[in-house]
């Protein structure tokens, strides 16, 4: 493989940075977060749990920090046209980028989800191994979304000011989607979204897991089998407590059973991600292949 070399190159120079491991750390230390609500949620499982707790603040903004100046950097060192030297197309030198950016951040993100599996090993005791190995699975994906992502960026923009707002933006908007969301079916639909009894509409609830981190949690909320929802599973498990009232949107405690829109299902969760890994990622090759790159 041609592209091998610089994939090799690239994860090394991830590995051998303090961005990858600090990221790592800091999944762990969000990630490890024992309550009583999470147990009575999940039991034992309560340690995949911390999963998709450290993952769900830290990833994105993460990955995206480390991946969004894998190209700027070559074009303000000038060393894009060494790259461009070498016998690949410009289709496996972005391929390359992806590969070795993937496996890096892959491996601290590994690293730092056997910290927490140990941890909860130790706390909490054995845990279901199938649901580990689908909760780690569906992790990978999503750290692939935000490889992709930040290498989207990175094609798009030339210099690196500009792609370090994009990123945060996109942050922001990722932090603030409910509220987003909410305003925007208020503003189309005529009626106030109260989130403590939210409606029973399939196109809102839809809009809520659209981004990659939304369909994550659906998709990890299904493994752990807490509920449908873009919400944390310490959440779900509270919103379907009776006598209880949480601003959170759970499909459970918004649709009479039998009345939930098929695409709502958790398993179009997996499409979503795999959606936005793979059209940010032809755009990505579409924009590095025919454009000035110089």
């Known amino acids: 493989m041609q592209w091998s070399p ?6 090394r120079t991830v590995l051998t940075s303090k961005g990858a491991w600090i990221l790592a750390v ?9 309550t009583y609500t999470g147990w009575d949620a999940v039991g034992q499982n309560i340690t995949i749990g ?3 707790i450290g993952v769900s603040l830290f990833l994105p903004i993460g990955v995206l920090l480390l991946t969004y100046q894998s190209l700027i950097s070559e074009r303000t060192s000038g060393s894009i046209k060494f790259l461009l030297a070498l016998p690949i197309t410009r289709a496996q030198l972005l391929f390359g980028k992806v590969a070795g950016r993937f496996a890096a951040i892959g491996a601290s993100i590994l690293a730092a989800i056997l910290a927490l599996s140990g941890i909860g090993l130790i706390e909490h005791g054995g845990f279901s191994v199938l649901q580990f190995v689908e909760t780690v699975l569906a992790t990978l994906l999503l750290i692939g979304v935000f490889v992709v992502l930040g290498i989207l960026v990175s094609t798009v923009t030339q210099r690196t000011v500009t792609a370090a707002a994009l ?6 908007t990722d932090l603030f989607w409910d509220s987003i969301v909410m305003k925007l079916y208020t503003a189309v639909a005529g009626v106030p979204v109260d989130p403590y009894n939210a409606p029973a509409s399939g196109p809102l609830f839809l809009a809520l897991r659209l981004t990659p981190g939304g369909a994550y949690n659906v998709l990890t909320n299904w493994i752990l089998g807490v509920g449908n929802s873009a919400e944390l599973f310490t959440t779900v498990y509270i919103k379907l407590k009776p006598g209880t009232g949480i601003n ?17 299902h958790p398993a ?3 499409a979503i991600l795999l959606a936005w890994l793979v059209v940010p990622l032809v755009l ?3 924009l590095f292949t025919r454009g000035d790159i110089l």
């Open 268 to 270: 179009l969760s997996l």
């Open 6 to 11: 610089l994939a090799r190159s690239e994860c």
């Open 284 to 286: 990505a090759r579409r």
């Open 248 to 264: 959170a949107f759970v499909v459970e405690a918004a649709f009479e059973s039998g009345a939930v829109p098929w695409y709502l």
């Open 26 to 34: 800091l999944i762990v230390l969000k990630g490890f977060s024992p």
């Open 50 to 52: 911390y999963i998709q």
């Open 167 to 172: 990123a945060f933006a996109y942050f922001l």
